[in-house]
T-cell receptor, first 113, second 115 residues
Framework: GENVEQHPSTLSVQEGDSAVIKCTYS??????FPWYKQELGKGPQLIID?????GEKKDQRIAVTLNKTAKHFSLHITETQPEDSAVYFC????????????FGQGTRLTINP | NAGVTQTPKFRVLKTGQSMTLLCAQD?????MYWYRQDPGMGLRLIHY???????AKGEVPDGYNVSRLKKQNFLLGLESAAPSQTSVYFC??????????????FGSGTQLSVL
């Protein structure tokens, strides 16, 4: 089955700098890769996702890149702000249906003022 | 908009006690899910439901039971709690779990401690 590895487990950056979180997956058939953000005391919330027919997707300050050959995908946050502090989870699936999503271990991102 | 509501938010149990976690969604979603979140292990699927009256096992179903008697509600039961079930539990829902409707909507979680 699918296995998703996420790095780093913790990341601290200065406000205004960029942050990058990387995930690798094992199943070459995986074709859907969402990213969820979990703020303190709340449930995860989808912030961006990408499908395997696209190499990069942007939404304002966040972007996700996908390298299917190397089987890894990354979340990029530019011009970081204090409200970006949260735990971020990547996930992957080869199947239609969220019940087959496999999540990474999570990255705790801290933005230092 | 309430979205996905979980009750209770916190609970402490003694080993061997039973309890039920309630999840309610007001978005008319077909699919509902129960996850547990443990440090360093991400989110792991316990059970899920693809519609009223249906349930299915996820990745870590042992020690848990679920029921979906009404479309808007999904209950997670622990018949005999064990310390290994100490975790944060999240309920989630999605429109139909297929294709572009895979987006999960999560509740705010239940912190469960089993002593």
């Amino acid at each position: 089955g699918e296995n998703v590895e996420q790095h780093p487990s913790t990341l601290s950056v200065q406000e205004g700098d960029s942050a990058v979180i990387k995930c690798t997956y094992s199943d070459s058939a995986s074709n859907y890769f969402p990213w969820y953000k979990q703020e303190l005391g709340k449930g995860p919330q989808l912030i961006i996702d990408i499908r395997s027919n696209v190499g990069e997707k942007k939404d304002q300050r966040i972007a996700v890149t996908l390298n299917k050959t190397a089987k890894h995908f990354s979340l990029h946050i530019t011009e970081t702000q204090p409200e970006d502090s949260a735990v971020y989870f990547c996930a992957a699936t080869a199947f239609q249906g969220a019940q087959k999503l496999v999540f990474g271990q999570g990255t705790r991102l801290t933005i230092n003022p | 908009n309430a979205g996905v509501t979980q009750t209770p938010k916190f609970r402490v149990l003694k080993t061997g006690q039973s309890m039920t976690l309630l999840c309610a969604q007001d978005m008319n979603h077909e699919y509902m899910y129960w996850y547990r979140q443990d440090p360093g292990m991400g989110l792991r699927l316990i059970h899920y439901s693809v519609g009223e009256g249906t349930t299915a096992k996820g990745e870590v179903p042992d020690g848990y039971n679920v029921s979906r008697l009404k479309k808007q509600n999904f209950l997670l039961g622990l018949e005999s709690a064990a310390p290994s079930q100490t975790s944060v539990y999240f309920c989630a829902s999605s429109y139909d779990g297929q294709g572009a409707n895979e987006k999960l909507f999560f509740g705010s979680g239940t912190q469960l401690s089993v002593l």
